[in-house]
């Protein structure tokens, strides 16, 4: 299995950014048995759970992203996406998709999100 992220990029604060991934290597109806995550990691800190969706479609934010971020899945196929609004200079990190199920663990390469004016 084999995750690939899109998005991320360079943006104002109070600006907005949509992070996608898609899993390959594995077909849908089973990828619809995982969660779902997205974590990030900024330089010198350690990797945070930023949100996450299971298999119920129940999600779970980290409280910063609370009211500012989405976690969205799609109905068909793999694709699962991060909604970033109002962003601010604390939300610069690598951030990374991930999905997981019991012993399973997969994570994608990671996405810079620099936020500065």
């Known amino acids: 299995v084999q995750i690939g992220q899109t998005g991320g990029g360079l943006v104002q604060p109070g600006g907005s950014l949509k992070l996608s991934c898609a899993a390959s290597g594995i077909i849908p109806r089973v990828f619809k048995s995982y969660t779902a995550a997205w974590y990030r990691q900024a330089p010198g800190k350690q990797r945070e759970l930023v949100a996450s969706?299971?298999?119920?479609?129940?999600?779970l934010y980290g409280d910063f992203a609370k009211g500012r971020f989405t976690i969205s899945r799609a109905l068909v196929g793999t694709m699962v996406t991060l909604q970033m609004d109002r962003l601010q200079s604390d939300d610069t990190a690598v951030y990374y998709c991930?999905?997981?199920?019991?012993?399973?663990?997969?994570w994608g390469q990671g996405t810079q999100v620099t936020v500065t004016s």
């Open positions: 991930n999905i997981n199920k019991e012993s399973d663990d997969y």
């Open positions: 969706m299971d298999k119920d479609g129940t999600s």
